[in-house]
């Protein structure tokens, strides 16, 4: 089946530092979506983007839809310690815009 | 607005055990889904449901049930319990229709099977 490939796995960073992360797909998506997952929650959605270029922010976060539609970036700037958590790329199956499948996900740990 | 509630929150099984994990909506949403969430796996759907009467097998079905009877919800079904079950469980829900909209998760429950 199609699979979404997230990187890094997981990250260490110093608060107020800027993270970056990627998804990639050997199959092209009309939608990109970003989720994030809270210790102990389920995952809430952050971004959605939908169209090929498009550049999307939510506070301090930034997710990008790649040009070739088999890719997409997130972007925190000025990491604080509640950014903690892991962070999904997710993608609809078919153009009916569900289900939806998931990236393993991005840990991302921040140190005060 | 509950939103999407699931029950249990926790559940220890015995191998060979059945139980329901219990998932609702009151958003009207006609789309459901289940997920089990395993370390360094991500998510991964188990069923899906578009609506009142219709399921479909997502990329894990083996050893779950799942039936729609109402919008409301959407239960899933271990029949006999195997340790490689042992997982968090996510339900979730969308509302369908043109253009991507946003899909709702519930707070899991946790399984171990001994």
């Known amino acids: 089946g199609q699979q979404l490939n997230q990187s890094p796995q997981s990250m260490f960073i110093q608060e107020g530092e800027d993270v970056s992360m990627n998804c990639t797909s050997s199959s092209i998506f009309n939608t990109w979506l970003w989720y994030k997952q809270d210790p102990g929650e389920g995952p809430v959605l952050l971004i959605a983007l939908y169209k090929a270029g498009e550049l999307t922010s939510n506070g301090r976060l930034t997710a990008q839809f790649g040009i070739t539609r088999k890719d997409s970036f997130l972007n925190i700037s000025a990491s604080i310690p509640s950014d903690v958590g892991i962070y999904f790329c997710?993608?609809?199956?078919?153009?009916?815009?569900?289900?939806?499948?998931f990236g393993k996900g991005t840990r991302l740990s921040v140190i005060a | 607005n509950a939103g999407v509630t699931q029950t249990p929150k926790f559940q220890v099984l015995k191998t060979g055990q059945s139980m329901t994990l219990q998932c609702a909506q009151d958003m009207n949403h006609e789309y459901m889904s289940w997920y089990r969430q395993d370390p360094g796996m991500g998510l991964r759907l188990i069923h899906y449901s578009v609506g009142a009467g219709i399921t479909d097998q997502g990329e894990v079905p083996n050893g779950y049930n799942v039936s729609r009877s109402t919008t409301e919800d959407f239960p899933l079904r271990l029949l006999s319990a195997a340790p490689s079950q042992t997982s968090v469980y996510f339900c979730a829900t969308q509302l369908r229709g043109r253009g991507y909209n946003e899909q709702f998760f519930g707070p899991g429950t946790r399984l171990t099977v001994l």
């Open positions: 997710a993608g609809p199956l078919n153009s009916g815009n569900t289900p939806l499948v």
